[in-house]
């Protein structure tokens, strides 16, 4: 089955930099990599995704690049706010079946 | 707010004990899924569901079960209860297939399951 790994497991950044996740996964099949952004107590919410014909996609803060060759993907968020801070999940399918990486804390100072 | 409607929110129960976990849809989806998520274990595939009918198990214990009825809202039951089973339940919905974005899928708030 698809192997998802995710790094960093946590990340603190100052209010205004930047931040970067990196996800790589193992099935080569996979087309679709969604991003998820989980806040505490609520569920995870789609905040990105990427499908296989394409190499980058960004809606305004948020970024997300794709290397097939090399199976990884990366999430980027600029100027980060305080209220970016929260867990994100990267996840990748090759139909309906989401499979999930570790999760990543984000915690940004002000 | 995703459209996606679960209930309970909370759940403290009992080993042993049997609870129904209840998932709706957004409005015109077909697709439901279960997802698990623990502290150790992360987001795990349960089971997806489309249009009444099973299409996919995950890493579904056979103490577990679910189904979609005919007005596409799920339940979840899990029986047996032990301890290892708290966690949070999510389920989450998807557009149906030949939309642009049949595979995303939007989550809800989740049940927080307690096995005492």
């Known amino acids: 089955g698809e192997n998802v790994e995710q790094h960093p497991s946590t990340l603190s950044v100052q209010e205004g930099d930047s931040a970067v996740i990196k996800c790589t996964y193992s099935?080569?099949?996979?087309?679709?990599f969604p991003w998820y952004k989980q806040e505490l107590g609520k569920g995870p919410q789609l905040i990105i995704d990427i499908r296989s014909n394409v190499g980058e996609k960004k809606d305004q803060r948020i970024a997300v690049t794709l290397n097939k060759t090399a199976k990884h993907f990366s999430l980027h968020i600029t100027e980060t706010q305080p209220e970016d801070s929260a867990v994100y999940f990267c996840a990748a399918s090759r139909g309906y079946k989401l499979s999930f990486g570790a999760g990543t804390t984000v915690t940004v100072r002000a | 707010d995703s459209g996606v409607t679960q209930t309970p929110k909370h759940l403290i129960t009992a080993t042993g004990q049997r609870v129904t976990l209840r998932c709706s849809p957004r409005?015109?989806?077909?697709?439901v899924y279960w997802y698990q998520q623990s502290l150790d274990q992360g987001l795990q595939f349960l089971i997806h569901y489309y249009n009444g009918e099973e299409r996919a198990k995950g890493n579904i214990l056979e103490r577990f079960s679910a189904q979609q009825f005919p007005d596409l809202h799920s339940e979840l039951n899990l029986s047996s209860l032990e301890l290892g089973d708290s966690a949070l339940y999510f389920c989450a919905s998807s557009p149906r297939p030949g939309t642009t974005q049949y595979n995303e899928q939007f989550f809800g708030p989740g049940t927080r399951l307690t096995v005492l």
């Open positions: 409005s015109g989806d077909l697709s």
């Open positions: 099935d080569s099949a996979s087309n679709y």
